[in-house]
């Protein structure tokens, strides 16, 4: 095939800023030529310093610090002084904000399928409280949020609970103390007028979470923890011109979320409350092993009362995800925008990375139809730190192709390489990446439109065009999104449904049944493993047709179709929705550890993970679990406070009143001995919270309960007397 494209331009970065100091979509935001950075504005930053590293010394480069999490800083970087970076010996490393792509938007029924009902009923169901989130700070890290939102105020509507609010993008007030952006909210008579006109993406999640329900029919669409109080931060985005797309940080912008994090705990700190934060977002620029900054930075975050929730991603259905082992061989792949069809022009913008200590080279072609070769790079070897640019004018059409380059990246030794790749038409031609190596394995995330909120796959043929016989197709396995799913700190959430069917304002029934059957997996929900082997998502919890709560002050047509009631609250018209997404599996698994905090708010990160881990749901649904679709399975909040006062200072299995039980294990029958004739009720239970026994004591001591009908097992016996709960786990062999 002719060669027939001209080399125009062929651009290298040679900035005083070290190429090894710096990730790779720094290095594209620092070279991109329509200058994505915004001149005479602060670009938000990850660093990684030195141990004795100080502010004051940043400062005199007019780096602000908002953030210390360990050797990990969220800093403010003033444009012009990012070419001076690498001068400063204490920074080992950074990653500007500017560059980051965009997750898909990224309860009745509801709170049965994770038993939440039975837990916010506590007292009817063996439990010593009904559980509502009280005394526990839900913070959610989002956009879009209409505070005088009914479900934000209690359940008789008197007070609304948004207690702090932080518009990180908001600079015409006083930011919080320690932070150098945005304002902070304090007079929750203030909050309550205030409405981020930016979608209503923050509004549902936060109602999932934390709505009250207030002003809808017996409070139906109630969240998980109803009585929590709610910190909500709006992300601030470092380029607001850019819209949510592979290259704009309209939807991720790490450092401000790490601030975001950062200030609810320690405001929960500070009041002597546990808290749990909600975050609804991710992207898939990253090395997808929990290395990253943002990945660090969280371990270093979490604790006792202190427990971050994320969405683990909707890429579920789309082979987004490039894997080869090499062995001296050479491997194509087509990268294409998964919108193409409806634009004139296309953009990719894909991330490489190779095995530790080792290398790989990547060459992007432009064919078209034909399959004639209208423009190609060179091979990028992953070998030397750089940033490139080459441009193509060939066949009355434009070509880009942009290369970033981390031979070492300095938290896991791996190499990387992210690619950004455009043409005009198209119709016309395709683009393709050529991948070799000696031995390198290599796994790689095609994120789609460097500049449209979209989404993007490797594929082996495409219209024309097969090389079915020798190029690689993506798959959807790792992707779980960077930010939500990654990190060994977060508790990753995949979405089932609850329902599939609703009849909406117009009266008309909406049947998605077609999709899933419940309580199935939701097929978008992204799938695991992380690149280090770790099982993602670490559970699964309701976010298919999902009814909460919208900001009434963004509502488009389309959500109308999706609206399944209008209440009015303070002369205003409300609206509820059901929306789908992991976006909205995360927020029920922030409230139900709400729920869990309420009844020991002493609970760490680590144990809350193990607590929802082991008492999820599995059956033939499911299959076995652990597995990098459900996780360890379905939520089960019920069984999960159980085990939680089994530990718990409210359990009161010490006190001298404790009833005592045995054999256990046990074999046909198990017998309860009182300490005096307490009047309570005895209740034997499945791991799934259903009720096997009950017995009513009275007046004697002694109480037998017969097991021969049970399988062999792990169940829970509880007796609840006077506002007190005794529960253990017993075994039958």
């Known amino acids: 095939m002719k060669l027939l494209h001209v080399l125009l331009a062929f651009t290298c970065f040679n900035s005083l800023f070290a190429q090894s100091q710096l990730d790779n979509n720094s290095k594209l935001s620092i070279n991109e030529p329509s200058n994505l950075l915004i001149a005479n504005q602060y670009i938000p930053a990850l660093i990684q310093v030195k141990p004795d590293c100080s502010s004051d010394e940043l400062f005199k480069f007019g780096i602000l610090v908002n953030s210390k999490i360990g050797n990990i800083w969220s800093v403010m970087i003033p444009e012009k002084s990012l070419p001076f970076i690498g001068t400063i010996t204490k920074i080992e490393y950074a990653e500007l904000s500017n560059y980051a792509n965009a997750a898909r938007f990224k309860n009745d029924l509801e709170r049965q399928l994770t038993k939440v009902d039975k837990v916010q009923n506590g007292l009817q169901n063996s439990l010593p409280l009904n559980y ?25 509507g008197k007070h609304n609970r948004i207690i702090r609010y932080w518009q990180q993008n908001n600079n015409n007030g006083t930011a919080p103390a320690g932070y150098s952006y945005g304002t902070e909210f304090t007079d929750t008579a203030i909050i309550a007028g205030l409405n981020d006109l930016d979608g209503t993406h923050g509004t549902h999640v936060a109602g999932i979470a934390a709505g009250s329900g207030f002003s809808t029919p017996g409070l139906q669409y109630r969240g998980m923890a109803p009585d929590a109080e709610i910190i909500l931060v709006t992300i601030k985005y470092s380029n607001d011109t850019l819209p949510g797309s592979a290259l704009g940080d309209y939807v991720v912008a790490n450092p ?6 950062k200030y609810i705990f320690d405001y929960a ?4 409350k546990p808290a749990v934060i909600n975050l609804s977002w991710g992207m898939h620029t990253g090395p997808h092993d929990g290395t990253s900054l943002f990945d660090r930075a969280t371990e270093l975050l979490v604790g006792k009362g202190k427990i971050l929730v994320g969405a683990n991603g909707n890429e579920g259905e789309n082979p987004m995800h490039f894997y080869h082992r090499f062995n001296k061989d050479t491997v194509g792949t087509i990268m294409i925008e998964n919108n193409r069809q409806f634009r004139q022009g296309e953009s990719v913008y894909s991330d490489f990375w190779g095995s530790k200590k080792s290398h790989f080279s990547v060459k992007v072609q432009f064919i078209d139809t034909n399959k004639n070769v209208i423009a190609e790079t060179p091979f990028i070897s992953s070998a030397k730190d750089t940033s490139l640019h080459f441009k193509f004018n060939a066949d009355t059409s434009v070509f880009n192709a942009r290369f970033a380059v981390n031979s070492n990246y300095i938290n896991n030794n791996k190499p990387n390489i992210t690619v950004s790749a455009d043409h005009t038409k198209q119709r016309k031609y395709a683009i393709i990446a050529y991948i070799c190596s000696d031995s390198s394995e290599v796994h790689g995330w095609n994120s789609g439109a460097a500049r449209d909120w979209t989404s993007g796959s490797f594929r082996n043929k495409l219209n024309k065009l097969n090389y079915e016989s020798t190029f690689i197709a993506g798959d959807a396995a790792y992707t779980a999104g960077e930010n939500g799913g990654t990190s060994k700190a977060v508790i990753s959430v995949g979405a089932i ?10 009266g008309k029934f909406i049947n998605d049944s077609w999709y899933t059957t419940p309580p199935a997996i939701a097929r978008f929900s992204s799938r695991g493993p992380t690149v ?61 550890v709400a729920l869990l905090l309420q009844a020991n708010p002493n609970l760490t990160a ?23 679709t459900y996780g360890y399975g379905r939520v089960n909040a019920y069984s999960a406070i159980i085990k939680v006062l089994q530990f718990s200072s409210l359990n009161s299995l010490n006190s001298q009143s404790a009833p005592s039980v045995f054999p256990n294990p046990f074999s046909n029958e198990l017998s309860i001995k009182l300490q005096d004739k307490t009047v309570g009720i005895l209740r034997l239970t499945d791991l799934q ?9 009275s007046n004697k001591n002694d109480y037998t309960i017969n097991t021969e009908q049970l399988s062999a097992g792990i169940y829970f016996l509880n007796f609840s007397s006077g506002g007190e709960l005794f529960a253990w786990k017993v075994i039958k062999n």
């Open 132 to 156: 509502s989130g009280k005394g526990v700070i839900v913070g959610i890290v989002d956009v879009g949020f209409q505070c005088n939102n009914p479900t934000f105020y209690s359940a008789d």
């Open 497 to 506: 449904a609850a329902r599939t069917s609703y009849t909406n304002i117009k």
């Open 532 to 592: 280090d082997g770790r099982i993602k998502p670490n559970i699964a919890a309701p976010g298919y047709d999902v009814p909460s709560s919208l900001n009434n002050k963004q509502i488009a047509g389309w959500m109308l179709d999706r609206t399944l009631l209008k209440t009015v609250f303070k002369n205003d018209t409300q609206y509820w929705a059901a929306f789908s997404g992991t976006s909205m599996a995360a927020p029920h698994v922030t409230g139900i």
């Open 256 to 261: 401000t979320i790490i601030d975001a994090y």
């Open 606 to 628: 680590a144990q809350v993970q193990d607590i929802l881990e082991t008492t999820a749901d599995a059956d033939q649904s499911t299959g076995t679990v652990p597995n990098n």
């Open 269 to 272: 700190e500070s009041v002597g």
């Open 689 to 697: 919270g259903r009720e096997l026994q009950v017995l009513e004591t």
